[in-house]
Structures are given as structure tokens and as C-alpha cells.
């Protein structure tokens, strides 16, 4: 399918949200609706691309052909997706494609596929590994999940905001793959954090003890993105600790499910929601190195 073919609405118009919207919108696709919770944010965003700000999830649907969803928890995808609700995304599924992009629980992104197949529409995880600079770019590394058939029909749109496009399998086992990865990256950050904040205690200098991890076998991806920002106390938020509680909560849900105990994967969830509960969930998952460092100590 070409540019024109797609008539696309936006469901969460966040950070990342209106970086993929905006990337589209650069390379000349159809943004026809946006809807948010904070209407001023999708009134914002609509003047910015030409489009409308609808007022409920349903007239999204109602507008375009293409749904994407960008919302930021399962409670919050369960209300755009209320089965019998006027305002629900159901409403007008017939003949849809939704794409949801949020992380979610993988039992939840089976039932979302379930209840719009159920309506004649049809459904597309399209799990995000990447944040906001890659939203706009468009190189994400995106995980789908669904029919192979409906990944074929959303293939030339996710090539488009990727420069990494895997189809995983079956609904739901995209979420289990995004849980894993996010579970992985989450942990490695609040290892660094320890990392970096004993070496602080320890008098040694940060810069160099950063440059000696990256060339032996403490070097990670989490080392080059975080590193300089845990050092620096720079958490102006790309990945939340907010978000990094709920997807190592999943990633946990899913080892109780299957009879396994991940103590450091339940750490770092702790470490997440000890800084939520100190009122730092919006600050950037990095920020967990507020918790281990001597003088940056918070309780």
C-alpha cells in the first residue's frame, strides 16, 4: 500500500505518540484524527499536522482506516477498547487495522486481538524497543504480533517508522518478547547505577571507570545511553521509571505464571517502585542511580 491508501488516526498523542505521527506526517501520509486524554495535547498536535482532535477514541476510528495506539498501560488500553462502550474503538472496528504500540501485558493483547476480530477489524502488536529520537527518525525497533497476513497489510507503514521491523508470531508473544527486552534493560541500568554509585563511594573517577567498562565485559547498550546521565544526574526522561516498574512487573507477572523465581528481575522492580513511591516515576529510568549513590541517597 502507497502513502495515499492510508487514512491514519492516533490514539495517544505522548511523546511518542506525536513523533510517530509527525514522522508520517513528514513522509506524506494521511493523518486524518488524533485523540489523548489531555485534549489540549491532541489540539496541539492537530494544528501542528492539519488534522482533527476528536473527543473520544470512537470518532478516531470512525475517520480513519488505520488506528495506531500509543497509550501507556493496560488499564488505560482496556478503556479505549470497553466492549458496548459508544466511545470504544470497537464501535467502528469493521474494516480497521489497529496497531497497538504501547507495552502491555501479552494476555491483554490477545484479547484486544480477540474483541476487533470479533467487530471485522483486524489487530497488530507492534511492540516498541526504542524512545523518543528514534520515534521521530523513524528507526524503531519494532516486535509484531498478530496474523502473518495482517503484518503484510501493515508492512510498507512499520517499515516506514523503522529501521529494525521482526515479526515475532501469534498475538501476545510480541508483549512477551518487549517484556523480556525491557526486563533485561532494566536490570542492566540498575546494575550500572550500583556500578557507578559504589565507585563514587570508593573515590574512584566515574569517566575513566565508564570508559574501562566499555571495553571489557561490563560494557552494554545501557552503558552508552545511560552512563554519562547516571554520572551526570541527568534524568530528563526518555524511557520512565514508571514505565520500567510496569514492564519489569510483566516480565515478573510472566515468571510467576510459569514457576519461576527471577530474583534480580524482582530487584530491579522493587528498586522502580521504590522511586515511584518517592514520587520520581517520571523521571528517567536512569534516575534508579538516585537510590544507590552515597550522596544522592533518597528514602
Known amino acids: ?126 511492540c516498541m524497543a526504542s524512545s523518543i529520537p528514534q520515534a521521530r527518525q523513524g528507526t524503531l525497533y519494532l516486535m509484531c504480533g498478530g496474523r502473518p497476513e495482517v503484518f503484510q497489510r501493515a508492512t510498507p507503514l512499520l517499515k516506514d517508522l523503522s529501521a529494525h521491523l521482526r515479526y515475532i508470531g501469534p498475538a501476545g508473544d510480541a508483549a512477551k518478547v518487549k517484556a523480556l527486552v525491557n526486563m533485561v534493560m532494566n536490570a542492566n541500568t540498575a546494575a550500572l547505577a550500583e556500578g557507578l554509585g559504589l565507585a563514587s563511594a570508593l573515590g574512584l573517577d566515574l569517566t575513566m571507570l565508564r570508559e574501562v567498562f566499555s571495553q571489557t565485559g561490563a560494557n552494554s547498550r545501557v552503558l552508552e545511553t545511560d552512563g554519562e546521565d547516571i554520572q551526570q544526574r541527568a534524568h530528563d526522561c526518555y524511557f520512565s521509571a514508571a514505565h520500567a516498574a510496569k514492564d519489569s512487573g510483566i516480565a515478573c507477572n510472566l515468571a510467576e505464571q510459569v514457576g519461576l523465581d527471577l530474583p534480580l528481575a524482582k530487584a530491579t522492580y522493587d528498586q522502580y517502585r521504590r522511586l515511584m513511591t518517592l514520587g520520581k516515576g517520571e523521571l528517567d529510568k536512569s534516575a534508579v542511580a538516585e537510590l544507590t549513590f552515597k550522596e544522592r541517597l533518597i528514602s
Open 1 to 126: 500500500m502507497a502513502q495515499s491508501e492510508f487514512r491514519i488516526g492516533i490514539v495517544g498523542v505522548g511523546r511518542m505518540g506525536a513523533n510517530m505521527a509527525r514522522r508520517l506526517h513528514d513522509l506524506d501520509y494521511r493523518i486524518v484524527a488524533v485523540y489523548d486524554t489531555e485534549a489540549s495535547r491532541a489540539e496541539t498536535l492537530a494544528k501542528e499536522l492539519g488534522c482533527m482532535a476528536v473527543p473520544t477514541p470512537a470518532q478516531v476510528a470512525e475517520l480513519a482506516d488505520t488506528i495506531l495506539t500509543v497509550v501507556s498501560d493496560d488499564a488505560a488500553m482496556r478503556q479505549i477498547y470497553a466492549p458496548g462502550k459508544p466511545d470504544s474503538l470497537l464501535r467502528h472496528a469493521t474494516n480497521r487495522l489497529f496497531i497497538n504500540c504501547a507495552t502491555l501485558s501479552p494476555a491483554l493483547q490477545t484479547e484486544v486481538h480477540r474483541l476487533v476480530e470479533e467487530q471485522g477489524g483486524q489487530s497488530l502488536e507492534a
